[in-house]
């Protein structure tokens, strides 16, 4: 089959032709790839962040967003049948351990992370297990849904964590209106009655924001953003600031955003959290991190999808269009997320 490869850091991918994975363990799953979203995280893979984390063996097969069709299955599989259209929770999890009898999937002790620390779905097929696959409504197109298996399941993943905090009169700040921003921002209409306040550099990424709920839109550009949002939150700052980009100034920008008291999600990550401890306690924010989300917020998410409360807006190549894509998103010329569509999939679907 063909697979898009790391073969070094700091190189572009390559199409390499690959032995197919084979459903050999009882609760294997082939899935055969119908779409997968292009993450930020195979921009910092690329540039070896994961390297010692991972401890990948290069080469590898990048790809953690993935939807498809079920195209085998091990001897002890009854949840999917072959043919079954599928989203796939990016992580595989042994369903034994403390972390996922709490179904805390992520935490997983003897997970693995397929696109992360073995071969992702950038290929014709992707090995994966029984627990990890949503079964999806046959209609569904996997260029339609793929992004929601980690883009949109990270973003519901924050919002549902901050639903608490986000009561009537409250004001959230989202930070980027890009790939999760855009679904977060969905999320936050769905749950919460907060008012929304988007920051991005991009207008055509406010743009989008307005279009999915924003309540406001802030261009950033030197430091009048803070200033308009200082504004927009009468002075106090924001309750939550839902962080999607966490490099490039995004946290410092957050800090001076945020109500004393206030909640700091952290999503997007490249930089260091670099505030003095004696403004942690004496302003009392709270830093929470967030890696991905649960099997059930996967399935939450595809119900919001289903109702039409959540829609994906996504930018479509060919899987050998890969470090085309991967430059449009680093430049910011990517809007929504990026879809990779392997040759093998028919045009229709
Ligand atoms: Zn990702
Ligand atoms: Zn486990």
């Not at 743009?207 to 709920?213: D, F, H, I, P």
Request: aromatic share 4%; with cysteine.
């Amino acid at each position: 089959m063909k697979a898009a490869r790391l073969h070094a850091y700091h190189e572009q991918l390559k199409m390499d032709e690959v032995d197919e994975p084979k459903a050999t363990g009882p609760h294997d799953v082939i899935v055969r790839i119908g779409a997968a979203g292009l993450c930020r995280t195979d921009l910092h893979i690329q540039e070896g962040q994961w390297a010692e984390k991972s401890q990948v063996v290069l080469p590898y097969t990048p790809g953690h967003e993935n939807a498809g069709w079920i195209h085998e299955v091990g001897s002890d599989v009854s949840n999917v049948e072959v043919g079954d259209t599928v989203i796939v929770h990016p992580f595989i999890t042994c369903g034994l351990c403390r972390a996922c009898r709490r179904g805390d999937d992520m935490h997983c002790a003897n997970g693995s992370f397929p696109g992360i620390n073995r071969d992702g779905g950038f290929a014709d097929f992707l090995l994966t297990s029984a627990r990890s696959v949503v079964k999806l409504d046959p209609s569904l197109q996997p260029a339609d849904i793929a992004a929601l298996a980690d883009a949109g399941l990270t973003a519901i993943h924050a919002v549902k964590k901050a639903i608490p905090v986000l009561g009537s009169g409250t004001k959230c700040v989202v930070i980027g209106a890009g790939g999760l921003g855009h679904i977060g921002i969905q999320c936050l209409k769905a749950y919460t009655p907060t008012e929304i306040i988007v920051v991005d550099p991009s207008e055509k990424a406010l743009a989008l924001a307005s279009e999915v709920g924003a309540d406001h839109t802030v261009k950033v550009e030197g430091t009048s953003h803070i200033d308009t949002v200082q504004e927009l939150t009468d002075g106090a700052g924001a309750q939550a600031i839902i962080d999607f980009v966490g490099e490039k100034g995004a946290l410092e920008d957050g800090v001076a955003m945020i109500e004393d008291g206030g909640f700091y999600y952290v999503i997007g990550y490249g930089e260091n959290v670099n505030v003095p401890t004696i403004d942690i306690i004496s302003r009392e924010i709270s830093f929470i991190g967030n890696l991905v989300g649960t099997y059930a917020d996967l399935q939450d998410l595809m119900t919001l999808t289903a109702q039409g409360k959540v829609t994906l807006h996504t930018s479509t190549y060919p899987l050998e269009a890969i470090n085309d894509a991967m430059a449009d998103l680093d430049n910011g010329r990517l809007q929504g997320r990026g879809i990779l569509v392997p040759a093998s999939v028919p045009a229709a679907a």
